[in-house]
């Protein structure tokens, strides 16, 4: 494929000039250090100074920073001493010092060789004088947990006299006796806590941590804000929440919290482990479809509408997201509205979730492990299949013995009396049995961490063993990172490496529903236990069709291998300056590298190569190789700045510069003629695909943004929040680049006026308002570019010819996104009672679609910004503590979650309107994919029904006129059904008592419409001699008069999309339930146990729903078990 090449929005020249000056940045700040780190430990007092117009002071604090002396003084006596002009160089500190103590009547002395003292009167000479009294005082200190803190800062207040904790956490110095001491301990990730000295017995201090809780912040990934004083709509889930949630992953889990977080229902795919969600967040807004995916009868909804995924700034994939030790993760933030996505400009539009991990504790090293032991058990409850008598009857009463010819009818009547001979006496085989097992997991994260107030270091290790319900579906990862964090002054490096492998197994039984269609009066094995390859090979008259029927046991037998795997490795760097009290800045700079990999090989044996002809044998045999390879790097650079004043007056205010390149490749081979069936290996085809040609894909972009944010907050009453980010990509038209976001909001936290202070019922009311604009670009690499493919070797004088895949459009834009949210907070009760609500309207102007071209053009459409999708929701959340007693520890919570969304489509393209048209005048079991304006993305489109006539047992239509007829028309196609609820939720429950905690989460959805697509294909589309539901024998029309809701049993003409088979959906499931209990017995502190903990899980525990169907198609669902065991050391 040869496409025209990307302008590049980084010339490369520059790009190198940039990234040389980031490497001797780094490089000279990493010589300064140690050449810093070498003076402070050199024997040589000499030092180099130049100030203008200085305290002395400011000068002692140069001097404290570049030597080894620590200087003890009182302010008062040096607070005068100023204007002072220095210019030394390798000068002995002494002339400095008396340059400065000049005409004043202070002088210094020297301590224990590392402290100056100044004091009033003159100079005494310490080597011949008597010692001054001292005092001495000596220590431990801990944290809550009763963990030693090495590294702690301990300084006498109004001196820098100053000292630090030693390894194990213990202290002990001397000091020149003063009438009052009061010490000051600082340590870095906790309260500054004074102590005053009575007298010299040892002390014990308890550090308590200083970490803001996450539901007074919002860490968007970019910025961190207040959340008192933040406008957007957000969710923030704890690591305690999702210890609570469950025990699957992280995606489950945001689920079973926030509704908004949408997983679509796949009745398809199930339990599979391997396969990937559907996710929307606030509903779909992307209509990326063209004419092939709606006639292949698909909707590729799922990357354009997923939410972006951002881990510790970076972006991953869904794939990563699933596969993320759980354990590693300290929060997650659901960014929802204008105002919290506004910030990541083109790829917001759908919400944005940002996970952030752990990061290490200071103190010594602790080790945390947490393993369980994981069952997923099948449930098939959803199959009502018919029994072997039950198939038999269905099978005669559908007439499949009867024939005109007697030759005929007595062979099948002979065929009928040996089946039936064989259910009698006793054959019943419960296909079903064959490909699933009852899957036993495991998975173990091991966590190691420790460090002091300057080096603090983590080193994670996890593994995750998934064992699925269909025998050999297995998923496998290992997760690995190593974080170092080292803090010099007011500068602080961070590094995360992070190592994830995967290796996925698809079960070799295929798909599932394979067994589901098989009679039960089959057996899979011969009376002498050998393997049957060939059930059923009969010429059925009466149908017109021979049944030919495999074993589905023969092929998983054989000797195959269906996997995939990869290995993506990840850095992450960072660099934080505190230039000031209120202000820092920090750089930070993301790699990634991936590679991928995936192997089919089918046996020479394989069924799929029985019907070659003698001229093919030689190609039996297969093996698919794929090979892939993703590198991507991100850097962004952000200037914060926050400042109270005046007292009421507080101000924040962000500023950021972003680029980032993503780069892939993919590229797949079938080779044919592996005759050896025991050799699964590429290099054994003896010839590559016949008539085919190696098959790639490949992508490049480049994106490049700045981002202004500001906050202001007025008496902690009203507030205003603002961001702007102008962004540009390569994905879209040269003219069309760049497009700026923006949101604003205001707020009004109405508790903190001076009206509701005394208020004891009403705690907190929040109220907020925002409105802005974020993009999407969650598409093609080279949508906006004209490409071209060339014609495979074809080849005409010597030149190769080329054919137009796909017209460029130099005016391509974003699709943009506008939504209003308004929101409200309230707590009542000191927060025994809190409410959470949300009100958006959510508008995507320009969407993404295709374009129909006049057929002299010589190709069919190109991508254009034709689109407006509208969403309107509501969300709601209420928790109420009904029992809460901390001295007891004991407390019961009772919560949940509402969400509505309406979805509109605004306007389509009018090659969509024309695909509406052809769409239309089709048949098929299955409604129509169809988008019209004014309907919802989620339209079930049918055939109007009346019924079944109790005369005939044929189907009563009614057409777009509304009259009655026999016959199905396409073009009588209407809306019959939105398939999304009006409401859904979540419904949990919490209690604890005395270490023991309960927790239970119900899922709930109301209102909407499911086309129950069992009914068509296991009652009615059915062919007889499949297997099928038990209503095709109970509930189909058999004679007149009889009031049924499906078809004669003896009608064998294909059902259409008909309204008979929309049905509302309401349902309610038990998504999870744990139990838990934490230990707190007094021999784990003899053992060296900081905390012990032991959890059961049930998750999916039942199913309660008005639509009776059939619930995994291709792979069946499964209820999970798990216990797991959580120590800290």
Not at 520 to 536: A, C, H, Q, R
Not at 705 to 710: K, M, T
Not at 920 to 936: I, K, T
Not at 1083 to 1095: A, C, E, H, K, R
Request: glycine share 8%; aromatic share 12%; charged share 25%.
């Amino acid at each position: 494929m040869k496409k025209k090449r990307i302008v590049h929005l980084l010339p490369k020249r520059r790009l190198l000039k940039t990234w040389l000056i980031m490497r001797f940045i780094v490089l000279f700040m990493c010589v300064s250090a140690m050449q810093l780190t070498a003076a402070v430990y050199s024997q040589e007092v000499k030092v180099t100074l130049s100030v203008k117009d200085a305290s002395f002071e400011s000068v002692i604090r140069l001097l404290e920073a570049n030597t080894e002396y620590t200087f003890l003084y009182e302010d008062r006596h040096i607070a005068e001493i100023g204007g002072l002009n220095l210019n030394f160089r390798d000068t002995d500190i002494k002339i400095v010092l008396d340059k400065c103590l000049q005409g004043t009547n202070l002088s210094y002395r020297l301590m224990n060789n590392h402290t100056i003292v100044i004091q009033l009167g003159v100079a005494v000479d310490t080597t011949k004088q008597k010692a001054p009294q001292k005092m001495s005082v000596s220590g431990v200190v801990k944290d809550v947990k009763g963990e030693v803190l090495p590294g702690v800062t301990i300084r006498i207040k109004n001196t820098q006299l100053g000292f630090v904790t030693d390894i194990d956490g213990k202290f002990k110095f001397d000091f020149p006796k003063q009438d009052t001491v009061i010490l000051i301990f600082s340590f870095v990730g906790y309260k500054t806590q004074e102590f005053q000295v009575k007298n010299d017995k040892p002390i014990t201090i308890v550090l308590k941590e200083d970490v803001t809780e996450m539901d007074e912040v919002v860490v968007t990934g970019i910025f961190t804000k207040a959340k008192e004083s933040y406008t957007g709509a957000v969710t923030t889930i704890t690591a305690k929440d999702l210890q609570r949630v469950g025990n699957r992953n992280l995606v489950s889990s945001i689920r079973n919290i926030d509704p908004s977080f949408n997983i679509a229902d796949n009745i398809d795919i199930g339990s599979d482990p391997n396969k990937l969600p559907d996710i929307t967040v606030r509903g779909s807004s992307s209509l990326d479809v063209g004419v092939r995916d709606l006639q292949e009868d698909s909707r590729s909804t799922q990357s354009t509408n997923q939410p972006l995924f951002i881990m510790d700034g970076f972006e991953i994939t869904l794939e990563r997201m699933m596969d993320l030790d759980e354990n590693q993760v300290e929060s997650i933030t659901l960014l929802k509205d204008a105002s919290a996505t506004a910030m990541y400009g083109t790829r917001g539009a759908n919400g944005v979730v940002v996970i952030v991990t752990k990061k290490p504790e200071a103190g010594r090293i602790r080790v945390t492990y947490k393993g369980s032991l994981n069952i997923e058990a099948p449930d098939l409850t959803s199959y009502d299949l018919l029994n072997a008598r039950e198939k038999l009857q269905y099978e005669w009463a559908a007439g499949l013995y009867e024939n005109t010819n007697a030759n005929q009818t007595q062979e099948l009547w002979d065929l009928y009396n040996q089946r039936k001979m064989d259910a009698e006496r006793g054959v019943n085989t419960y296909w079903l049995k064959y490909p699933v097992r009852t899957g036993v997991g495991h998975k173990h994260s091991l966590r190691f961490e420790g460090g002091d107030e300057v080096y603090r270091y983590s080193v994670g290790l996890s593994y995750n063993d998934i064992a699925g319900a269909m025998k050999g579906s297995n998923r496998r990862t290992f997760n690995g990172n190593v974080f170092l964090s080292y803090k010099y002054k007011n500068l602080t490096f961070q590094n995360d490496l992070q190592v994830s492998s995967n290796r996925s197994y698809n079960s070799p039984y295929g798909t599932f529903n394979d067994f589901a269609k098989i009679n039960s009066y089959w057996t899979p094995y011969d009376e002498e236990g050998n393997l049957i390859k060939v059930l059923e090979n009969y010429y059925y008259n009466s149908l017109n069709r021979r049944n030919f029927v495999y074993n589905p046991l023969y092929n998983a037998k054989l000797p195959s291998k269906d996997e995939s795997r990869y290995t993506q490795i990840q850095n992450n760097f960072a660099i934080e300056w505190h230039i000031l009290p209120e202000l820092f800045v920090r750089g930070r700079l993301g790699i990634t590298s991936k590679t991928d990999r995936a192997d089919v090989y089918k046996s020479a044996k394989h069924t799929d190569f029985d019907n070659y002809s003698e001229d093919d044998y030689g190609r039996k045999g297969t093996y698919s190789y794929g090979t892939g390879e993703a590198f991507n790097y991100e850097a962004d650079f952000t200037l914060n700045y926050s400042k109270n004043f005046m007292e009421k007056h507080q101000l924040y205010v962000g500023l950021g510069y972003n680029f980032a390149q993503e780069k892939n490749e993919f590229f797949t081979i079938l080779a044919e003629g592996i005759s050896n069936v025991n050799m699964d290996f590429l290099g054994m085809a003896s010839m590559y695909e016949k008539d085919g040609h190696p098959q790639s894909s490949e992508g490049f972009s480049r994106r490049m943004g700045g981002i202004a944010n500001v906050n202001y907050t007025y008496d902690r009453r009203y507030f205003i929040d603002a961001s702007c980010k102008i962004e540009g990509s390569s994905k879209f038209g040269s003219d069309n680049r760049y497009a700026p976001f923006w949101s604003i909001g205001i707020g009004w936290n109405l508790h903190h006026e001076a009206f509701m202070m005394d208020n004891n019922l009403l705690n907190v009311a929040r109220l907020k308002l925002s409105y802005g604009t974020s993009g999407s670009q969650a598409f093609n690499s080279y949508q906006a570019m004209t490409t071209f493919k060339d014609y495979g070797g074809s080849s005409y004088q010597g030149w190769y010819g080329v054919y137009l895949m796909a017209m460029g459009n130099s005016d391509l834009g974003w699709q943009k996104t506008k939504q209003l949210n308004v929101g409200a907070e309230l707590e009542f009760f000191n927060g025994r009672i809190r409410v959470n609500a949300d009100y958006y309207n959510k508008v995507t102007d320009d969407l993404l679609s295709d374009i129909t071209l006049p057929s002299s053009s010589g190709f069919g459409s190109y991508k254009a910004n034709v689109g407006q999708v509208a969403n309107t929701g509501v969300e709601l959340g209420v928790n109420v503590y009904v029992l809460r007693d901390t001295k007891r520890d004991l407390s019961w919570l009772i919560g949940g979650t509402l969400a509505h969304n309406k979805n509109e489509i605004k306007k389509i393209s009018n090659s969509l309107e024309f695909l509406n048209e052809q769409m239309s005048s089709e048949d098929g079991g299955n409604p129509s994919f169809m988008y019209e304006e004014g309907q919802s993305m989620n339209t079930i489109f049918a055939v109007k029904s009346k019924g079944i006539d109790p005369s005939n047992g044929k189907e009563i239509y009614i057409k777009k006129d509304g009259t009655e007829t026999y016959t199905w028309d396409a073009k009588d196609k209407v809306p019959c059904g939105i398939n999304e609820p009006k409401i859904w939720g979540n419904l949990n429950t919490m209690f604890r008592y005395k270490g023991i905690t309960l927790n239970a989460i119900f899922g709930y959805r109301y209102g909407g419409q499911m086309y129950n697509y069992t009914l068509v294909s296991k009652v009615e589309n059915i062919k007889p001699y499949d297997n099928a539901d038990k209503r095709v024998l109970y509930d189909r029309w058999k004679n007149p008069g009889d009031n049924a809701f499906f078809k004669g049993v003896r009608d064998f003409t294909a059902t259409n999309a008909t309204s008979r088979f929309v049905m509302d959906e309401n349902t309610l499931e038990c998504r999870s339930i744990s139990l838990g209990y934490d230990w707190e017995a007094k021999w784990l502190d003899q053992v060296g146990i900081s905390y012990l903990t032991i959890t059961g899980y049930m998750e999916d525990v039942f199913r309660i729903s008005s639509i009776k169907q059939e619930r995994g198609l291709s792979y069946p669902f499964s209820r999970k078990f798990s216990v797991s065991l959580s120590v800290r050391f």
